[in-house]
């Protein structure tokens, strides 16, 4: 549904889910946004342990305003991370059902459920 609000029409390939399923095998593991703003803190820490990282509370909070990564796309879909300082839960206007969005939308959100439950099964849960 927030995909639409900057593009009219979407495909699977334009959010990106086919192209993690074939990257899923290069992975050692998946990191769910929800599962991870759920406690970021800890989160990372348990990230950092399993890949040897030190970790580090400068992790959790950053300055607002532009980087020289964020690279072209930044005007057109980084306001929130710009304006940004740290990882918060995102807006309530992003969540609920797949009857929830526009009729022409909900045979993409089921296929797109079916690969997420795929990714799903394989992230890292504290």
Same mark, same amino acid.
């Given at each position: 549904?927030?995909? @639409?609000?900057?593009?009219?029409?979407?495909?699977?390939? #334009?959010?990106?889910?086919?192209?993690?399923? &074939?990257?899923?095998?290069?992975?050692?593991?998946?990191?769910?946004?929800? #599962? +991870?703003?759920?406690?970021?803190?800890?989160?990372? &820490?348990?990230?950092?342990?399993?890949?040897?990282?030190? +970790?580090?509370?400068?992790?959790?909070?950053?300055?607002?305003?532009?980087?020289?990564?964020?690279?072209?796309?930044?005007? /057109?879909?980084?306001?929130?991370?710009?304006?940004?300082?740290? +990882?918060?839960?995102?807006?309530?206007?992003?969540?609920?059902?797949?009857?929830?969005?526009?009729? /022409?939308?909900?045979?993409?959100?089921?296929?797109?459920?079916?690969?997420?439950? @795929?990714?799903?099964?394989?992230?890292?849960?504290?």
């Amino acid at each position: 549904a927030s995909y @639409t609000q900057v593009r009219e029409q979407v495909t699977l390939a #334009d959010i990106g889910l086919p192209q993690q399923l &074939e990257l899923i095998d290069r992975a050692e593991l998946v990191i769910d946004a929800d #599962d +991870f703003l759920t406690d970021p803190g800890a989160y990372l &820490e348990a990230l950092c342990q399993r890949l040897g990282l030190p +970790f580090s509370e400068r992790m959790l909070s950053w300055p607002a305003g532009r980087r020289d990564s964020d690279g072209c796309w930044a005007p /057109h879909w980084y306001g929130a991370v710009e304006s940004s300082t740290g +990882f918060n839960r995102p807006d309530s206007r992003a969540t609920g059902g797949i009857d929830r969005l526009p009729p /022409h939308l909900r045979p993409l959100a089921e296929e797109a459920l079916a690969l997420y439950a @795929t990714l799903a099964a394989r992230r890292l849960v504290l």
